[in-house]
Structures are given as C-alpha cells and as structure tokens.
C-alpha cells in the first residue's frame, strides 16, 4: 500500500464513452486499481458495486474511475469485462473522502476500509468446486488410481451430489492438489467457480381485496371468511398471515377467491427492518436549565462544530439528543447516533421509537445479513431518518446527515482491535461531520481524558456557565456544555467503601461484605431491586491443584482457564476467554491425579450460586455475554428486570452502559480490585468510568440510591475519586502523570503487533523491524520493545509488539515508512499497525 493524493473521480455525471473503468478489488492479495472494460449499453458511475473476474475467480469491486480511452500500458486482449453491477450509486464524493482520510489515517488498504463500511455480500468472492462425474467412474475406480486419489474420491462420494468446495478437499485430503488435477484430467472430476452469493430482497406474496362480484352468493363460508378479514385488516394482508388469521392449512381458498377476480395476489419487496418493540408514544420533557442552555447552543449550530455534553449519571442527556434532533428531522435532514455496545441500544432504541416513531432504524453486527441489507439501502434513501447503531455505523450511508452523537464517548468499544482496519469510532465521526459540515455531540458522564483536555484547551474553567454567551467563547468548534446535576434534583447516591480485609479480620470469608448483605436482605420488604456488578464472567478465573500447584490452562493459549458453573446440575466446564476453547472439568489433576483440586477467584455464575445459597426468596437474572449471545437477549433480560420478575440483575461492564432503571436503589460492586491493577497506562482511567458509570445506576428514580464498593484497595486514588463523585480531582491528578510521561493526550502512539504460529519468527521479525525503525525514525521518538505481549499466545500465535511515543504527531511520511516495513518480516509473521492504540497488552 503506498499514501498518496486520492485518485479517485467523485463525478458522476460523466459525460464521456463509458467503455473503461478502473475497479478496486476485494482481493486479499492485490492492492491498487485494476482496468475492466464496460458491457455495452450499461451506465456505470463511480462509486458503483460490482463483480470482476479476477484470476480464475470472481470478486468483488467499487468502480473507482471512469476512464474515457484505454490505458496505453494495456492491450485490449489483456482488459476483461465487468461481470455484473450488484449496486448503482451509493457512493458521494464526501463518503469517497471519509473512507480514504481513514485508511491512511490507520495505514490500512482502502478495501479493508470498504468492507467495515459495506453490509455483508456486497463484495462477494467466488468459490471454486470439484465434482465428480460419476457417469464416467469405472467400476473398482481404486484400481485405476493413486491412493490420494482414491481418497479425494471417497470424500466426494459422501456428499450427495459427490459436489465439495475446493478449499474443503484440500484441508480434508492432505496433499491433494495433484491429485485432483490427475482426476481432472481423467474426466472423473469437473472444477467450476461457484458465482459469489449476493444480497438480495426479500419478497412477500400480499393479497389486496378487489370486491365482491355479482356471484356473492356463490362464495363458501371459508371464501367469506378471507374477505371478510382483509376488509377488517384495510384491505390487505400478506399471504402467509391471512392464512392464520383464517385458519387454512393451504392458499387453495385464496386462489380460488384470485380467480373470481374479489382479490388479487402480488410479489411485493418486504424490508427486513429490525422492529422489536412498539413502545407508546413519547411528548417532549420539561428541561432543566442547565439542560435548556445546552440544547440552545446545539440548536443554534448549523455548521461543523464538536461539543462535549458532559453530564452526571441521570442529567438527561437523552433527552437533549432527543430535542435537538427533532428539528433536524423537520429539516428533512437525518441523525446517526452512535453507542459503544449492542447491549446499550433496547433502552435507547426504545426511547428514541417513542418519539419519533417510524424513523429510526437500528444498524449493527448483531442483525441478520438480510437485516443489515435491507437498512443499509433503508438509509441510502435520503429520508429523514435517526440510524442507531455501534462503532461499524459511523459508515452509515446517510446521504444529508444533519447532527452527528457519540453517547458513552469514552467507551473503549468505540475503538476496533481486530480485524483492520483499527479505526476509533470517535476520530471518523469528527472527520465525518466535518465533511457532512453539521455537529458533532460526545456526550459522557466521565469523558475521555482526550475529549476532556481538547475541550479546555479552548474553553476556559469555571465549569458551571451562565449563560449561552459564555460558551462561544471563539469561532474555534469546539464547545463544552456541563448538565452538573440529575433531573428533579435527585441527589447522586453516596458511595460506601468496604475494606474486605477487615471484613476476612471478622471472619466473614463470604463474597459479600456484612454492610452489602444487610442491604440485600432489604430489597424485598422495600419492594426495591439491585444491581450487582463484577468484573468477569464464568464462575471462577482459574483452577488449581492444591496438592502440586497445576494450574489448568489453555493448550492454545498462555493463559488459565476459567471453570464455568452455570447452575446446580449443570455441566463443569473449563473456558478459554480468547479462544473459546472449552473441555470438560477433570475430577483428578492431569499432573498428580490428586482430587483436590480448588476454585479460585470469582465470576458472575458464582456470584449467582452465592446468591441463590444465601438469599433463596431473591430472583436473580444474569446479564454477560454468555447469557445474552442469542438474538434479542439483551433486550429480554433487560425487559424482565424492569417488569420486576427479578430483584437483581447480577452481570459485567454491559451493566455500566446507559442502563436506566427506576426501582434500582442499590448497586454493589462485588470486587473492584480486578479494575485496578492492570499493566496498561490507561487501567486507572478505565477502572474510574466503569465504576463512577455503574455507580450512576443507583437511585434513578424517586427513592434515593446508595453504592457498596467491596475492595482490598480502599486507599486506592480510584477509589476515593469515585466515592467523591469528584471526576475533576481523577482528571488533575491522572492528567500530571500522563504529561510527564509523554503519554496521551499529550504524546502519539503508534503499536506495532506482530503475531504467527512460529515464535521464533514472530521474535526475529520483531527485533529485525526494531532495528530498522532505529534508523528510520527521528531520535525525539521512542521505540519501546520489541517485548512479548502480555499473554505471548492466543490461539496458537505468538503475539510480541513494539511501541513509538512521540510528542509530536507522526506525518505522512514516517506512516509511509512504517507501512514499507512489512516487507521485512518473515512471510508467516503478520503485522498490525495501530495508530492511538488503546489497550497495550
């Protein structure tokens, strides 16, 4: 890949011979832009999706370029046809922008960028197939053949139409490559590429009432039937629903009705839109004042500007994006608002539905492929609308996007580790709604230390403002809006440091604090509900011998394995958290086959047995990502809490993110000690959000809240910080470190990570790539490493990493230069470069 200025033509009203067009390929091993040549009688654009043949495959593509003559470089005999458009026009010229500004930003391909922001099956990929031919097999084939033959043929045979794909044959049969080019030519075996499977609409028979013919009275009681229940239904039903309404096994009634012309059946495209609540209708709040100034500012911006709306837990910052997008919708314009998680988007998809209604959408991973299609062309349509959705969504193709909001901007959600390209959800929106020229809100109640030190670079303290005039304190665009307290004036609730080892000096070596379980025993003569929260999942994170010390660990992986207990009765299972590796929990020690083996440390599903041991007349619900991996279980477990079927919901980080329940008056932190200590420059700003955001849950409604924070840190600066509410004191004291350590906001960062099956290689490679980087970059950056990664081995690869610091940001031509490096490592060795890395680890 090579940085350069954007080739790309964003016309498109191309008046030239549309007979060349220059395609960017899906294709793992090309890079650049290839020539095809166009069908006859086909308008393509720019911007336009298409298949190509490519090799002896076909792929995907975007129509870059319209080129009016032939590149002299290439005969006509050497430029292939275009095979087909699977989707016109989607592309404008800002979009092209904002995909480009981001895979040089990220030092990625441009087509890894255009596979986030596209849905599934728009670039797809060929496959290539063997078949056997069994009218040309002789009887006893094993004879006229190798073995490796004989086996690719036993393979095929197992199939029913003897038809396997060609990467499958080869994983299956070693070496088999020879062997099935042999039996090709024997004609016992035909290969043929498989077209790529495309999106495609969906389509819904629906049948309209007509009226009833002058034969009336001829019609059966089940014919009567169907029309009196489309008349009932405004006339019209779909197929398949009108015959459960009427009770017919077949469509027989119904074509019969067709055919005396009282109705007519219809093909019709039904969008598979994500619509999984229909919640009632919602009338705009009365706001606070602090509130008001906020939405004025907001309102009173019709170009790019970033503000940070930063509001305590319960301020009601919802309720100010809800005001200050209804305008934008009446200026036929629309709304991307974006959450760090799947698991925040019921609540908030719920609230925004009530107020508008039929315009919004919802856009993430977690939808089906036919449901991601059909919202992804939903939002190209140009209608007002609000899209919802996680970090992938900041590629929405909203064609006239007029605010752009980022809520829970700190979470680190927002930033994609894996796969490239790396991209921070927060940095492309801000580019995104510089291009679009429209605002940008970031809202948090405990905003990044990033968003927090750009903010006041330009916006000078006190926090509280009196006026709208304070604010615009320059034509720079950026703005800082403080909402400093709960709406009604609730109080934020108090937060009790428990120190747990005097509670193990009492005796009490239960996972729950005496003060926390005299608080639990009250939830249900108050009629109240809490919220438990803990930092992992599983029951336990590890298992050991207690006769020899074996620890139980991944054989894929440099870490433990975690045992998962579910419930009484359940199956006993050890879980890697990386790979998902998972095997039975041994009754003896692999190593000294000694049965003491011991449980250590603690999880949600131990939490849940504890609980369900110490307080039976308790319902508990659990909400991690072993519970809510099934379609709709955030939204289910969530709707079941807050109709009361539980008193606790007991669950990890999820519970931090914009939970908003009423009756929960109680929140307990079962141990906050697996947040503080960790190997990483931002552990003690993570550990600070999470808790100060899972503190937030407590005392939402009219009944005041209380915090329990269970911890063998009580002095911890973290912890004081959180029991005072005092996010000022975390931010002066965590901001001196970072500046005198270079580190962001106040230095760049650029990981480099290196990983492959081979240790030794990963190494090598690693400390070959330190060298060069040694004489390539100036000496004002630091090179730290090369060093192992925190766990060395996930998944069977070896992980080893390198970090630059600069206090200066890096340019375009050290990025240029650090890209060129990949040459220098082993073939076998990947290499990911992560510019504003996160996590070091």
Not at 660 to 676: F, R
Request: glycine share 4%; with cysteine.
């Amino acid at each position: 890949m090579k940085l350069a200025e954007p080739v790309i033509d964003y016309r498109y009203d191309n008046q030239v011979p549309q007979q060349w067009v220059e395609v960017l390929v899906d294709c793992v091993y090309a890079e650049g832009l290839y020539t095809y040549q166009n069908k006859p009688d086909i308008l393509i654009k720019a911007g336009d999706i298409v298949s190509v043949p490519f090799g002896n495959t076909i792929v995907g593509g975007v129509v870059v370029r319209i080129l009016s003559q032939q590149p002299d470089n290439l005969d006509s005999s050497q430029i292939k046809e275009i095979d087909d458009i699977v989707s016109s026009g989607f592309f404008p010229p800002h979009y092209w922008e904002l995909l480009e500004r981001t895979a040089n930003y990220y030092l990625t391909d441009l087509i890894n960028v255009i596979r986030v922001a596209l849905p599934p099956k728009l670039l797809g990929r060929s496959q290539r197939r063997v078949k056997l031919l069994f009218n040309n097999i002789p009887e006893n084939p094993e004879d006229f053949c190798t073995v490796k033959e004989w086996e690719v043929i036993k393979l095929l045979k197992k199939s029913k139409q003897g038809d396997y794909s060609y990467r499958f044959i080869t994983q299956k049969v070693n070496n088999s490559r020879k062997a099935i080019s042999l039996l090709v030519k024997k004609q016992w075996l035909e290969t043929y590429l498989q077209p790529p499977s495309k999106a495609k609409p969906k389509f819904t028979k629906v049948v309209t009432f007509l009226g009833e013919n002058n034969n009336s009275e001829k019609l059966t009681p089940k014919q009567k039937d169907v029309l009196k229940n489309l008349k009932n239904h405004d006339g019209e039903l779909a197929l398949q629903e009108l015959l459960k309404v009427c009770e017919l096994n077949s469509d027989s009634v119904v074509k019969t009705l067709e055919r005396k012309g009282c109705i007519v059946i219809q093909e019709r495209e039904t969008l598979r839109l994500l619509q999984d609540s229909n919640p009632t209708e919602d009338q705009p709040k009365s706001l606070t004042s602090p509130q008001n100034q906020a939405l004025e500012l907001i309102n009173s911006l019709h170009s790019f500007s970033t503000v940070l709306l930063h509001g305590v837990t319960g301020s009601g910052k919802t309720e100010v994006y809800l005001q200050a997008i209804a305008p934008i919708l009446a200026q036929k314009k629309s709304a991307l608002v974006l959450v760090p998680e799947i698991g925040l988007t019921p609540q908030l998809t719920d609230r925004f539905r009530a107020r508008f209604k039929g315009q919004v959408c919802v856009y993430h991973s977690a939808l089906s492929d036919g449901e991601r299609y059909d919202t992804w062309r939903q939002m190209l349509t140009g209608e007002p609308q609000v899209v919802i959705g996680t970090r992938s969504a900041v590629f929405a193709p909203l064609p006239n996007i007029g605010i752009i909001i980022l809520d829970e901007e700190h979470d680190t959600s927002f930033k994609q580790h894996q796969p490239i390209p790396t991209y921070h959800a927060v940095k492309v929106a801000q580019w995104r709604a510089e291009l679009a020229d429209c605002p940008l809100i970031l809202g948090s109640a405990t905003p990044s230390l990033e968003t927090w030190q750009k903010a006041f670079s330009v916006v000078p303290k006190p926090l509280k403002i009196n006026n709208i005039e304070d604010l615009l304190v320059s034509s720079y665009p950026h703005y800082y809006l403080s909402l400093p307290d709960r709406i009604l004036e609730r109080p934020l609730p108090p937060v009790e440091i428990i120190d747990m080892r005097q509670e193990l000096r009492k005796g009490n070596r239960s996972i729950f604090s005496d003060r926390l379980k005299v608080e639990l025993q009250n939830l249900k003569p108050e009629g109240k509900q809490a919220i438990l929260f803990i930092s992992r999942r599983g029951h336990s994170t590890f298992v050991s011998c207690r006769s020899c010390g074996y620890v139980m660990e991944c054989p894929h992986c440099d870490v433990s394995l975690s045992y998962h207990y579910s419930h009484h009765g359940a199956r006993e299972l050890l879980r890697c958290h990386y790979c998902n590796h998972a095997e039975l929990h041994p009754k003896q020690c692999p190593q000294c086959f000694s049965p003491y083996l011991k449980f250590f440390g603690t999880g949600t599903q131990k939490v849940v047995l504890e609980m369900e041991k110490e307080f039976p007349d308790l319902k508990v619900l659990r909400f991690d990502s072993d519970t809510t991996s099934s379609k709709n279980a955030h939204r289910r477990i969530l709707t079941e809490f807050a109709q009361g079927e539980a008193d606790i919901l007991i669950g990890t980080q999820m519970l931090t993110k914009g939970i908003d329940l009423a009756n929960v008056t109680l929140v307990g932190v079962v141990s906050a000690d697996g947040l503080l200590f960790h190997s990483d420059y931002r552990a003690s700003e993570r550990a600070f959000q999470t808790l100060t955001q899972v503190a937030g849950r407590a005392g939402r409604g009219e009944d005041r809240g209380k915090v329990i924070i269970q911890t063998y840190s009580p002095e911890h600066p973290v912890i004081h910080a959180v029991q005072n509410h005092d996010y000022l004191a975390f931010c002066d004291r965590e901001l001196k470190e970072r500046e005198s350590l270079s580190y962001p906001p106040y230095g760049h960062l650029i990981l480099l990570r290196f990983s492959g099956l081979d240790g030794d290689k990963v190494r090598d490679s690693a400390d070959a790539i330190a060298s060069l980087c040694a004489n390539l970059l100036p000496d004002y950056m630091e090179i730290l490493g090369p060093a192992p990664a925190n766990i060395m081995r996930v998944a069977r690869r070896y992980r080893w990493q390198i970090l630059l610091k600069s206090e200066e940001e890096f340019s375009l031509e050290i990025k240029q230069e650090l890209i060129n490096l990949r040459q220098y490592c082993h073939n076998s060795v990947s290499l990911v470069i992560d510019p504003d890395p996160l996590r070091i680890e």
